[in-house]
């Protein structure tokens, strides 16, 4: 959506501004005539320099959007047309109460600075009282008859009803319109606002993947496994709730996080050698003790870089899933002993996703297990190591399984 679209008093300026230039133009235009018949030829010739003012700045005002000085013109004329009418015709003739509707004028032209709407009305005020004493303290020139006097404040009188007219239902549009301009403002910021959450969450994401790409890497993995356990765990989460299970944890929400936090599941291993991570036989209990502190560094780790700028509830499954995805559903897993349910859900479903790659795939300790080998091993292993309902639905989905792993191989 555009902001222009609906912030329709940004408009507002621009039709005050010309409605008060053409106003005037028509004023001095019916005037002319008035002074012409009166014989008044100091304010018949003042008011012929007037329209060309008021018609040169109608035509600028098109092209400049010039408000400031538009008003600045409008407001000096204003001030000589009434001293002149006062001079030559007498306060009876001339109408001060054009002065106080100039004063209202900029709350309608200058909507962005209030400041100046209220020096301009204050000043309007105090013109107003001075001319009220000016034209008190004077003898007209001219003596007009009372019929021309009651056809010059009639004419003043009907014109100003016109202009409080236009100016009450423009404060009435405004105010009708200000619930409008206030919910799309608040919808426009919402949009910026989103647009600018997906940036940052797309580029978290890359982030993420490169930097666990970065430590796959040191193990001799292709960098692939993050991607490939990510879709396995989305893929799980999906089905274990499509299947009327754990629905009160797997959310909409819970899920996505899940899927953004699974790359981080091996995050820990930046603290572990390569000597250990790259052995190509079996760890010594000194060495599987050092490949055990990948999960509680892990945790650490993500708390650290992710806590103090992000989701909490992302950054807490993200920690779960770091400590936890070597937990085993009887309680022989680690590093904290848990079983059951105790093991986070994240936790636990990321421990099928991670186990199920390392065994369909060759690493520098181990060749690839054949598919229905490995399948076999996660179905033996419910109840013991793995969490027998996400088990279960692991291989109710064994073919969407196979197609994920397919399509990272190819």
């Known amino acids: ?3 222009r679209d609906f912030y329709l008093p940004q408009k507002r300026p621009f039709i005050v501004s010309l409605f008060t230039s053409l106003f005037a133009l028509a004023y001095h235009v019916i005037f002319l005539f008035v002074f012409r018949a009166l014989g008044v030829y100091q304010m018949f010739y003042f008011n012929i320099v007037s329209v060309i003012i008021f018609a040169v700045a109608s035509f600028l005002l098109t092209k400049t959007q010039a408000f400031t000085i538009l008003y600045i013109i409008t407001t000096f004329e204003v001030i000589f047309h009434q001293i002149f009418a006062d001079y030559y015709l007498g306060a009876r003739a001339s109408f001060h109460f054009f002065m106080l509707i100039m004063g209202f004028l900029p709350f309608l032209i200058f909507t962005r600075r209030r400041t100046v709407a209220y020096l301009f009305c204050i000043l309007s005020l105090i013109l107003f009282c001075l001319l009220e004493l000016f034209s008190s303290s004077i003898q007209p020139i001219y003596e007009i008859s009372p019929r021309a006097t009651f056809i010059i404040k009639a004419t003043n009188i009907f014109l100003s009803i016109i202009v409080l007219s236009v100016m009450i239902f423009l404060f009435s549009h405004i105010v009708q319109n200000v619930e409008f301009n206030l919910e799309h403002e608040v919808m426009f910021q919402a949009e910026k606002l989103q647009t600018q959450n997906e940036r940052i969450i797309n580029y978290q994401k890359n982030m993420i993947l490169s930097l666990s790409n970065l430590v796959e890497n040191r193990d001799n993995d292709t960098g692939e496994h993050v991607r490939r356990t990510s879709t396995y765990v989305y893929l799980l989460a999906k089905a274990t709730k499509a299947s009327g299970y754990y629905i009160e944890t797997l959310t909409e929400r819970y899920v996505d996080m899940l899927y953004r936090a699974a790359p981080l599941h091996d995050i820990g291993k930046i603290a572990v050698s390569d000597l250990i991570l790259k052995k190509p036989g079996k760890l010594t209990p000194e060495e599987y003790e050092q490949m055990k502190i990948h999960t509680t560094r892990g945790e650490q780790i993500v708390k650290e870089v992710l806590g103090p700028s992000n989701d909490p509830e992302y950054v807490r499954i993200a920690g779960e899933i770091a400590k936890g995805h070597h937990e085993h559903w009887d309680g022989t897993g680690y590093p904290s002993n848990l ?17 199920f790659d390392a065994l369909v795939t060759q690493r520098c300790y181990k060749q690839a297990f054949p598919l229905e080998q490995a399948f076999e091993i996660i179905k033996e292993s419910s109840g ?3 969490d027998p309902v996400l088990v279960e639905v692991f291989i109710e989905n064994k073919r969407a399984i196979i197609d994920i792993l397919n399509r990272y191989q190819d």
């Open 1 to 3: 959506m555009n902001r």
């Open 339 to 355: 079983k059951g349910e105790q093991i986070p859900l994240s936790a636990r479903v990321m421990a099928i996703a991670d186990v």
């Open 384 to 386: 013991s190591h793995f």
